[in-house]
């Protein structure tokens, strides 16, 4: 059962419930924290269609802090050329690059990630989860659960465990709270937009099947 | 010859070990593990012939040792972890003693390559493997109807043993997995160059690279990861590149120096003979936190070598195939069949499209390439990898700490991943690896 649908099942019941799957925790308040959420998880949904709209993947993101967005990204990985070009990496090197022109110190800007909100479209791939904890970002909100490359519960749990070195001091990983299935349905109707495009009966440029010269 | 349909069957359709709540369904395992017709199989207590133990490949520790440099080997890291050979991991069966009269009206069909049966102290005994058994001992009430009847028709009496849950990995495994429960070995047959072993002229190019990754991974202040991409077909380096975590000045390469002429490499280093204060300090992947600790003023805490490699090979990409597409832009109009072209190249995502844009010359991201890395990758470079399509993976040093192919994960052995690398170890000779300490 995917994440999603495991909200959707707990919205129907109402109120306020906290389900817990995969060490993904999914809190579901219908009250005031619901529509924040909600509407960043719109925002990051516009940067997904716009890499739709480019011919990529269409996964976006937006970075928040005390309640402002600061950073948005898209895939970009057929533009680049550079399957490591997801909308998290696009979003955290804007950030980078910014606050190094401010002259932050390293440690700053390690000071800055941690007040960090992400809303992605959908769960960050292994890459990701493990870029996102490195980075040590506050919080994560995704829309659909990704079965094949998850690295927040669906494959690996990359979110959850920090690593210290015996002296004490972090030189790991910062875990990280993971929240799913905010308006998974519309990160997941845009995949399937986009993967019929390859469809040979549909009526705009499509992927060709294989023809061999 | 039960077992080895059995456990093999085990092996390649789950391939890493299987997490919990995995083997909830008995009906799925029936059909994972016993996907012949009727679901049982025949076992026989096979002593090894004389053709198996003349098999000559092993898959694990399978050890390629380059000519001209004697004690560098290459060990295969296989997709699933090693077991200890004494601590194969089992599972409960039902079986039966049959009467070796009925093993040839018992034996499904699929398992006759393997149908010997031996004298036993003067007499033929045979077993056969009926189905899974529950962990509780809760007797023949969970056994499926099927075999129920079978074990009825030919009035059977079944017992519950052990046998191994994965087949064998290597010679060394099957023989000691044959004390449990006799089988007939298969080696692996991959289609992956390496895994069955390399010809000393590859073995030659892979300690010739990961020396050059070693080198590169020097600098004046402190030991870094290194990884450089190249094109085993060709031995073209197609990228090269070191942690960019914290870059001072001598820490950047020296395009000139490095750019495809090994020989000036090695010199250089040789003759600035590296101090390290820190062992492994520096490396990304071991102390991915440690970018927020220093003072240097380049820095990103994301650039691990790999991922710098990757964006490289990118950037080379775009540079030698962008005039086709440029090309293509302004033809548009008059052909029609370059347009076509072009839309392929950009839509390229699944693999039935790499032969699409390899037939126009430009392979799909790293396709074909190999990745030498000194130190085994964390989990994001591990999986920028996996995105990246590279084939094969060389690393020098485990990362206890955070390696994602074998030491803490195992990508390599994810089966729901979309690509999958055969991943090696270059296990360096003592003197190489004092000099990296040094």
Redesign the interface.
């Known amino acids: 059962m995917s994440v999603g649908r495991l909200v959707e099942e707990s919205v129907k019941g109402m109120g306020s419930m906290h389900v817990k799957f995969a060490s993904v925790h999914i809190i579901i308040k219908m009250g005031e924290e619901m529509p924040e959420i909600v509407a960043f998880m719109k925002l990051a949904l516009e940067q997904a269609k716009i890499a739709f709209d480019n ?1 990529e ?1 269409p996964v976006g993101c937006v970075i928040v802090m005390d309640g402002k967005v600061i950073s948005c990204g898209r895939n970009r ?2 533009e ?5 070009r997801h909308a998290e ?1 696009e979003a ?1 090197d804007v950030l ?1 690059e910014e606050w190094k022109e401010k002259g932050l ?3 700053e ?2 000071d800055m990630f941690s007040k960090c909100y992400l809303y992605v479209t959908c769960e960050p ?7 996102l904890s ?3 970002i506050k919080e994560v909100y995704y829309g659909c659960s990704n ?3 998850g ?1 927040c519960g669906s ?2 749990s ?1 979110h959850t465990n920090t ?1 210290t ?1 015996d002296s004490g ?6 875990s990280y709270k993971c929240t799913g299935g905010i308006m998974g349905e519309e990160a997941v109707s845009l995949f399937r937009n986009f993967y019929e ?2 469809n040979p009966n549909a009526p705009k ?4 099947p ?4 | 010859m039960a077992v080895i349909a059995f456990s093999g069957a085990s092996t390649r359709s789950s391939g890493s070990r299987p997490r919990s709540g995995d083997f909830n369904s008995r009906d799925l395992l029936l059909k994972r593990f016993l996907p012949c017709s009727p679901p049982y199989a025949i076992a026989s207590p096979v002593k090894p012939t004389a053709r198996d133990l003349r098999t000559p490949q092993l898959q694990l520790g399978n050890m390629n040792k380059c000519e001209e440099n004697k004690s560098w080997e290459i060990i295969h890291i296989p997709d699933k972890p090693p077991f200890p050979l004494h601590q194969q991991p089992t599972v409960k069966v039902y079986a039966a003693v049959i009467d070796p009269k009925h093993a040839n009206t018992l034996k499904p069909s699929s398992c006759q390559t393997s149908s010997k049966t031996r004298p036993n102290e003067g007499c033929i005994h045979l077993s056969v493997i009926l189905c899974l058994a529950g962990e509780s001992e809760s007797q023949l009430d969970n056994i499926p109807q099927e075999v129920v009847e079978f074990i009825n028709s030919y009035k059977l009496e079944t017992f519950i043993t052990k046998v191994c849950k994965y087949a064998p990995l290597s010679k060394e495994e099957w023989i000691e997995q044959c004390k449990i429960w006799p089988t007939s070995y298969h080696p692996p047959t991959y289609n992956i160059r390496g895994i069955t072993g390399f010809s000393k002229e590859e073995s030659n190019s892979v300690c010739t690279f990961m020396k050059q990754a070693l080198d590169l991974a020097k600098c004046e202040c402190q030991m870094m990861n290194a990884a450089i991409i190249i094109d085993p077909s060709t031995n073209e380096v197609i990228a090269e590149a070191r942690d960019q975590v914290n870059s001072c000045s001598c820490c950047s390469i020296n395009h000139e120096a490095t750019s495809q002429n090994h020989d000036k490499l090695l010199l250089n280093s040789s003759a600035t003979k590296p101090k390290l204060l820190n062992y492994g300090n520096g490396v990304s992947c071991l ?9 240097s003023c380049a ?4 650039r691990h070598a790999a ?1 710098v490699a ?2 490289n090979s ?1 950037v080379r ?2 540079l030698l195939f962008h005039d086709n597409e440029h090309v293509a832009d302004n033809l548009d109009e008059t052909n029609p069949l370059l347009k ?1 072209q072009k ?2 190249s ?4 699944n693999e ?2 790499v ?2 844009s390899q ?1 126009n010359g430009r392979p799909y ?1 790293c396709t074909g390439y190999d990745i030498y890395l000194v130190w085994e990758p ?7 990898l ?4 590279v084939k094969c993976i060389f690393f020098a040093f485990p990362n206890k ?2 390696g ?1 192919l074998g030491s803490v ?1 195992r ?1 390599q052995g ?1 089966k ?3 690509h999958h690398y055969a991943v090696f170890r270059v296990m360096l000779p003592q003197e190489s690896f004092d000099e990296c300490l040094m």
Do not use: Y
């Open positions: 011919l993947v990985t057929n680049t050329r550079n399957a490591t990496m955290i980078l110190t390293k440690h800007v390690a791939c292994i890459m990701c989860a493990s870029a490195f980075i040590g079965d094949k490359f690295g494959i690996l990359l690593t070195s001091e972090d030189v790991g990983r910062k495009l390859g440029p499509h992927r060709q294989i023809q061999q010269p | 102390n991915p936190w440690k970018w927020s600790n220093q003072k820095w990103h805490p994301l991922i990757i964006e990118s990409d775009k076509k839309i392929k950009i839509h390229v995502k039935e499209e032969v699409n037939s991201l964390c989990a994001m470079c591990a999986m920028a996996v995105h990246q399509r700490s955070d994602a994960h990508l994810e729901s991943l979309n």
